[in-house]
């Protein structure tokens, strides 16, 4: 059974930066996309970037584009989520999934971590 376990997550000043990862036991790629997305406190689970494991191809949200990149490491079954220049607003629960379809529609997910925490300090 593939789980997918997230860590990185803290506490950061605003500007700072923070690398997320996301572990899979298992064999995560037989789901081809895997994503992130994040929860603020009384809000909806929003996508913040998605990749085609089979294609490479990367998909930001315009909230997070250009400060933050999703890449994998096929070698250790793992996925990342490089933050910077981080925000107060991008204070969250960050959540890995995985699923078959290219998108950040979080219902097309059928495998999430538990999720790490990111608070960013103004």
């Known amino acids: 059974q593939v789980q997918v376990v997230e860590s990185g997550g803290g506490s950061v000043q605003a500007g700072g930066s923070l690398r997320l990862s996301c572990a899979a036991s298992?064999?995560?790629?037989?789901?081809?996309?895997v994503a992130w997305f994040r929860q603020a406190p009384g809000k909806e689970r929003e996508g913040v970037a998605v990749?085609?494991?089979?294609?490479?191809?990367?998909y930001h949200a315009a909230s997070v584009k250009g400060r933050f990149t999703i890449s994998q490491d096929n070698a250790k079954n793992t996925l990342y989520l490089q933050m910077n220049s981080l925000k107060p607003e991008d204070t969250a629960m960050y959540y890995c999934?995985?699923?078959?379809?290219?998108?950040?529609?979080?219902?097309?997910?059928?495998?999430w971590g538990q999720g790490t925490q990111v608070t960013v300090s103004s």
């Open positions: 999934a995985a699923g078959n379809v290219y998108t950040l529609t979080r219902e097309r997910y059928n495998l």
């Open positions: 298992g064999d995560i790629y037989s789901r081809r996309c």
């Open positions: 990749m085609d494991t089979v294609t490479g191809g990367t």
